[in-house]
């Protein structure tokens, strides 16, 4: 699994996050993995991950929509999801464009 881009990061003691995309051969994933405190008091782990994950005709289908001039895959994602709600917009993207996506939240 390679990292296409981050979205966004929180490194501090209470919580560490990162949410980015990734890929995977032809297909994408969407993810963001906690650990801390705060997930720790919230789920009893000190691990969770929260998982989009798009298979080959949902990750066309996405790329298709992004409807964009830029020249590749992380120029786009900069531009329009790079932020604290970066993994939320994508997934209201996926939503509004009819893209199918399999969710998977991880607690370890």
Known sequence: MKEIKRLYVVD?????????VYQEGDTLSFRSKNSGQIVMTTY???????VYSLDQANTQKFLASL???FETLADVLETRFVSPAGLDRIKRHLDQHQIHYDYEFIID
């Open 12 to 20: 501090e003691i209470e919580q560490e996050r990162l949410d980015a």
């Open 44 to 50: 009893n782990s000190y691990y969770c991950e929260a």
């Open 67 to 69: 409807d964009s001039d």
